[in-house]
């Protein structure tokens, strides 16, 4: 959102807050706990959904985009690290072939699957036609509940059970190639390739 913390209305109800300060680390209760009321900003023409299930849903739309920007980073680390084999095999007296390929192809593996988060970098361009991903599906909830209190629609519906199920897919292929990754890199180090940036520090025989 516009300012960092920007976020989803508060839903109604009985909230409490606390002030702190935190000096060297040290955190320091300056306040008793105060107790307050939040009402409803305004009531719209139709009367929706109740309020506790839009705020089950605020929270389950905010869950998936939590998922979303970590695969976004995971992503960026595992491209990272497979530059980072790369430089290393190209240092190192092993012998070109196998690993050069599986390297070749979890890079495009991993690639396909960041295309399935954030969309094909080389297809976003006007009139390009491209699938639904899990982050354009998410963009599509969050422009439909961002400053209503109606409820999920049913397009926000489907489109947040899709990119859920989507996500969780992605993430457990992500976490298959992180392990084999994590293999290959092994390899590497067994035939004499310089440290990757990443892996643990190798110990001194």
């Known amino acids: 959102f ?5 976020g989803f209305l508060a839903a109604p109800g009985t909230y409490t807050a606390t002030l702190y300060k935190q000096v060297d680390g040290k955190v320091e209760k300056l306040s008793k706990t105060e107790q307050f009321e939040v009402v409803r900003l305004r009531k719209g023409a139709l009367s929706g959904a109740k309020l506790a299930d839009v705020a ?14 970590a695969l976004n980073l995971a992503f960026s680390n595992a491209m990272a690290k497979i530059e980072g ?12 072939g196998d690993i050069d390929k599986r ?3 979890l890079r495009m593996e991993i690639l396909e699957l960041e295309g399935k988060v954030s969309g094909n970098q080389s297809k976003n361009e006007p009139g390009e036609k491209t ?10 909830v969050q422009r439909v509940i961002e ?20 996500l969780d897919r992605i993430e457990s292929q992500l976490n298959q190639n992180s392990k084999d990754l994590n ?16 892996e643990e520090i190798p110990k001194n025989n």
């Open 147 to 166: 400053y209503a209190t109606y409820g999920p629609t049913v397009t926000a519906s489907d489109n947040l059970k899709l990119a859920q199920q989507d």
């Open 56 to 69: 089950d849903f605020w929270r389950k739309y905010e869950d998936a985009a939590r998922s979303a920007s």
């Open 131 to 140: 699938k639904p991903t899990a982050g354009s599906r998410l963009f599509v």
């Open 2 to 6: 516009d300012e960092p913390s920007g």
């Open 103 to 105: 390297i070749h192809d």
């Open 183 to 198: 293999a290959l890199s092994r390899r590497l180090e067994k035939a004499g390739a310089p440290w990757v940036e990443g």
């Open 85 to 96: 084999m790369k430089l290393a095999l190209a240092n190192s007296t092993a012998d070109a």
